[in-house]
């Protein structure tokens, strides 16, 4: 009794593998099956990419948002004084830091004072926002205390002052160059208030990561920021750090609770949760256009295999005569086609990771060759373009890739099956 050969047995992988390599005079499809295969690998390659920078830009804008800002900023609800302005101060800030410092999952609380001024260096003037801060609590603000990004010595910051990288460059200073702060709202005087003009040591550069940042901020010790912006013996608000900054949410209630009735929270994620919204709106959409970029690479095969059958019609009717099944030549034609979706998805994936790993000797030579312009921190706010390679976007596109190729492959893999062998050999 013959016993049937099991699926996907050797000589149809050998069948397949003499039909893709068939050139065109012999009625193969080589040059469609180099199409598609090229087709494949730039669509998983465009998609791994895409995928890669998604993330990596993700990354990097909230590791700078959490590396430089508040997780949790505590406040004041405010009461109005007796000039009829609204006081938000806090004037029992180190009671209130140390209730709010016992909540479990709180890493770190930092009370600080803040305001906005004019900074001067000779003939420059920048706006500046300034932070005032003990020396202990900026030297555990990670973005702003990394030695490598960093010139200067923080160590000295109770002797000056602590300015941006963009600060830097738009006053023209360096470390050890004296700048000059005006705050409009200065000394009070019998004839009015009159502006404060103070001038203070750079001691310390630091570079965040992003240019909002930079361009902006400075840092002054916590009793001088007191004297200069009136508020002795107070705080504006205190800067929490927590361990789990994804779940700040969680403790917003434990946070209030602890800071006190007129305490108000605003988080990291109320400041820039409508920018992270809409990122993962733009990612979804960029996965779906390239999804059916994807779609269309694999559409190849089936032009291909379509052609392919065609020509492999005489062939195909000698073979059912032989005893070959539907079976074995419907898994003969998805193996021409599979085959091809999968060399592609490989070397799609190969470029792609390369492509993230090595993303920024790319971007540095696609830069030098368009004379610096092609990336303006000032827009984007972070200065380089970011990759994070991530096992799951390379799983997804490889899954996308391999089940869209493996689908469209059925199609004309069936036609093939169903080949009548009479009809076939009629006019051979």
């Known amino acids: 009794m013959a016993r049937t050969p099991a699926p996907f047995a050797a000589f149809e992988w050998l069948i397949a593998w003499r039909y893709l390599r068939a050139k065109r005079a012999e009625g193969g499809v080589s040059v469609m099956t180099w199409i598609s295969l090229i087709g494949i690998t730039l669509a998983v390659f465009a998609l791994i990419a895409t995928l890669a920078v998604r993330s990596g830009f993700r990354a990097e804008f909230v590791d700078t948002i959490l590396g430089a800002n508040a997780h949790v900023t505590v406040y004041n609800s405010g009461a109005v004084d007796a000039t009829g302005r609204v006081d938000r101060s806090l004037e029992d800030y180190a009671a209130m830091a140390d209730r709010v410092r016992a909540v479990p999952g709180v890493t770190r609380v930092a009370p600080l004072v803040k305001g906005q001024v004019m900074a001067n260096a000779r003939d420059r003037n920048a706006g500046v926002q300034v932070y005032g801060i003990t020396a202990q609590d900026l030297a555990t603000i990670p973005r702003v205390a990394d030695p490598e990004t960093a010139v200067g010595d923080i160590a000295r910051f109770d002797q ?4 941006g990288s963009g ?3 738009e006053l023209g200073v360096t470390v050890g160059d004296r700048i000059k702060l005006i705050s409009p709202n200065g000394v009070k005087t019998p004839l009015g208030t009159s502006p404060r003009v103070n001038a203070y040591e750079v001691v310390y550069i630091f570079t965040a990561g992003r240019y909002d940042i930079d361009r902006v901020r400075a840092y002054l010790p916590f009793a001088e920021a007191q004297s200069f912006f009136n508020r002795d013996g107070r705080a504006d608000e205190l800067e929490v750090m927590v ?11 434990p946070l209030l609770e602890a800071a006190g009735e007129r305490a108000l929270l605003w988080t990291w994620q109320d400041a820039s949760g409508s920018f992270l919204r809409a990122l993962e709106v733009e990612d979804n ?10 779609l269309i690479a694999a ?9 392919l059958v065609k020509n492999k019609g005489r062939d195909i009717g000698i073979l059912r005569t032989m005893g070959l099944t539907e079976g074995s030549i419907l ?3 998805f193996i021409c086609g599979a085959f091809t979706g999968m060399i592609g998805t490989a070397m799609g994936v190969i470029l792609g990771c390369l492509f993230a790993l090595y993303i920024d000797p790319i971007f540095s030579f696609v830069n ?3 004379g610096g312009q092609v990336w303006d921190p000032s827009i984007r706010g972070i200065y380089r373009l970011p990759a994070q390679l991530r096992s799951e976007d390379v799983l997804s596109a490889v899954m996308l890739s391999l089940g869209l190729s493996f689908v469209v492959t059925i199609f004309p893999a069936r036609r093939a099956a169903r080949m009548n062998p009479v009809e076939a050999l009629r006019y051979e």
């Open 167 to 169: 600060v830097a460059q």
């Open 331 to 333: 898994r003969v034609f």
């Open 243 to 253: 361990a789990e900054p994804e779940r700040v949410d969680d403790l917003t209630v």
């Open 285 to 294: 959409v960029m996965f779906v256009i390239l999804s059916i970029l994807v």
């Open 160 to 163: 000056g002052i602590a300015i």
């Open 299 to 307: 559409m190849n095969i089936t032009s291909g295999l379509i052609m």
């Open 368 to 370: 030098m060759a368009m």
